[in-house]
């Protein structure tokens, strides 16, 4: 395939733009606003997994408490009950009445022991509910910054994508003037060397992977006829010669 210092030029100046996309979608893919909402996004969910655990717990201690509650308001009903019995006078034997003091006694005992419980849940679980509240404000929190976020990511992924939009519109018209095996050439160097096809000789050395050429390739190019399509023997790159 031969070339001229056209073709060359019009290479690199492809070269240059495909270099300016890729470090656009380099750039798009790590904007900082994207990392910013992985880390929020890694928060809530421990946040979440945490408050889970708080609001299993707080479920176990707010169904004794429920519980516990029903037995005190069953226990004090029976108290009542029997009381009536007790002192309606519709119950006349000693032996009966007896009972049912005893009875009203002991019902009164289980009363206190209950109320003792119901209020021992509910000290243990006011620290429960503190600790939900905090996690749900913290949670309402992380929502806001990532709504935030995201709203921030949304408008710098608009701007490189204007970029982008603008560089491949140039791309285009740049790659329009190459002849086509010398463009396909190109491309499959692209796809190979990390998307850089092109490279310059500087000093006898090739910019594209920075390794200095042997003598006899450098005194065998200066001798090649002109119009040959030169690679760079250590990486495989086109070489433009400086000044070319």
Known sequence: MTVNAADLGALLDLQDHDT??????????????????????????????????????????????????????????????????LYGGTVSASRELQAMANDVEGLRRRASELEDRVLGLMEEREPLDKDLGEHDARLAELSQRGGELSERLGAAEAEVD??????????????????????AAYERLRARLSGVAVARLVGGRCDGCHLSL???????MRHESAGSLEYCDQCGRILVISGT
Do not use: Y
């Not at 939009?165 to 010398?182: D, N, V, Y």
């Open 20 to 85: 300016r996309i890729d470090q656009e979608v380099h750039r798009r893919a790590h904007l900082p606003e994207r990392a910013e909402l992985a880390d929020v996004g890694a928060a809530s969910a421990e946040e979440e997994a945490v408050r889970s655990s708080v609001a299993l717990l707080l479920d176990v201690v707010a169904t004794r408490q429920a519980e516990a509650e029903r037995e005190l308001k069953a226990t004090e009903d029976r108290i009542v009950q029997v009381n009536r019995r």
């Open 162 to 183: 204007a970029s982008l939009c603008l560089l491949q519109a140039q791309r285009q018209e740049a790659a329009s003037g190459i002849a086509p095996p010398l463009l």
């Open 214 to 220: 042997p003598a006899m390739e450098l005194d065998r």
